[in-house]
């Protein structure tokens, strides 16, 4: 089993930044490959970004392309979202997720194990 916290969400005013933190404890995540997705209101969740398990290889939804990085520290056990240029459709509920199965980077939600609860990513206009 794997449990993930995240952490590092907040309010933010367009065009500032954020760094959310996932942190996995049970058992080392070093071989999974990782991810971010993001729930709004009214809307399903997507995949925002992922990482290979050695953070060699990642991908992005095409909205945050440019914007945001993904990486991972595995002495760590801990993959992280860095934020920037923020804007107010970035507004959501953001969940870290473990996928065991798989060391290539993967965008579909289901190809994911574990979840964490979600943090909440607020961007004011």
């Known amino acids: 089993q794997v449990q993930l916290v995240e952490s590092g969400g907040g309010l933010v005013q367009a065009g500032g930044s954020l760094r959310l933190s996932c942190a996995a404890s049970?058992?080392?995540?070093?071989?999974?490959?990782m991810g971010w997705f993001r729930q709004a209101p009214g809307k399903e969740r997507e995949f925002v970004a992922g990482?290979?398990?050695?953070?060699?290889?990642?991908d992005y939804a095409d909205s945050v392309k440019g914007r945001f990085t993904i990486s991972r520290d595995n002495a760590k056990n801990t993959v992280y979202l860095e934020m920037n240029s923020l804007k107010p459709e970035d507004t959501a509920v953001y969940y870290c997720?473990?996928?065991?199965?798989?060391?290539?980077?993967?965008?579909?939600?289901?190809?994911?194990?574990?979840w964490g609860q979600g943090t909440q990513v607020t961007v004011s206009s």
């Open positions: 049970g058992r080392a995540v070093s071989g999974d490959a």
């Open positions: 990482i290979s398990w050695s953070g060699g290889a990642t």
């Open positions: 997720a473990a996928a065991p199965r798989y060391s290539r980077v993967k965008v579909a939600a289901l190809m994911y194990d574990y």
